[in-house]
């Protein structure tokens, strides 16, 4: 094989993704971090052990995707699903997949306390700033005065309180081993996004600790804007989000 020949890469269809149409609206981001995931199983060579455990939202038909177990938990208990699995079969590669309104939101107390206790799962958060599934309402992660169906003249912080930055909160606990925020409208965000991915499931997978990968994601129909500006406004919100690492112990 020649030199050039070798630096060639691989991107056959991913096997840990089942080969059909997605679900998502046109410019929504879920495709892009299925796609990404499914791509670090395989990489890492767990997927006949790798157990999801999916959420209430957009994301609750991760089984239809995913060629591994997958169980869909009550609507905020991911992290509590899935540390129940990881404790019961210690040997499986435990994530959950969830919006930033289930992990968050409702979920908020299991999912800091799973972390807080260094579960060995890897979390992934959907930060679209709203409730993407049920119509675009205002979220734990909504900036300043965005409008959302439930605050019409935009979130007012005096009445609904500021957005809450997930990670730069989980990076605080001795429990979690890596905590990143990403973004994938761009292909160079895309490529670290993926790096931070490994390095979340490596945390469970060499016993470090909790791992945390929060995606800000583009939600077109629900921020009333075509895909192409929705891409776009990722960078608004990485503004109050910002994208880096916040903790690597890998």
């Known amino acids: 094989m020649s030199e ?16 059909r149409p997605f679900h998502y609206c046109p410019g929504c981001h879920h495709g892009i971090a299925h796609r990404l995931l499914a791509e670090v199983i395989e990489e890492l060579g767990v997927r006949d052990r790798a157990y999801g455990v999916a959420s209430i939202g957009c994301s609750c038909f991760l089984y239809y995707y995913f060629d591994v177990d997958i169980c869909e938990a009550p609507h905020g208990r991911a992290c509590a699903a ?32 799973a972390a807080a206790r260094g579960e060995r799962i890897t979390a992934i958060m959907i930060n679209n700033t709203v409730y993407g599934m049920t119509g675009g309402q205002l979220s734990p992660t909504t900036l300043p005065g965005q409008r959302t169906t439930t605050t019409p003249e935009g979130r007012d912080p005096r009445v609904y309180g500021y957005p809450m930055k997930v ?29 931070a991915l490994r390095k979340a499931f490596l945390a469970q997978i060499e016993d470090r600790g909790f791992g945390y990968v929060e995606f800000l994601s583009a939600c077109p129909v ?6 192409i500006k929705a891409a776009e406004k990722v960078d608004e919100l990485a503004e109050t989000f910002p994208i880096k690492v916040f903790k690597d112990e890998i």
């Open 222 to 227: 629900n921020w009333r804007l075509d895909p």
């Open 167 to 195: 990670a730069e909160m989980l990076a605080e606990f001795p429990g979690v081993a890596f905590c990143a925020r990403v973004a994938v409208n761009k292909p160079k965000r895309v490529l670290e996004a993926r790096e």
């Open 82 to 113: 899935a540390t129940g699995a990881k404790r019961a079969r210690p040997e499986l590669v435990v994530f959950t997949y969830q919006g930033d309104g289930d992990f968050a939101a409702i979920g908020l107390t299991e999912s800091l306390h």
């Open 4 to 19: 050039k020949s070798q630096k060639v890469k691989d991107y056959r269809f991913p096997r840990v993704l089942r080969d």
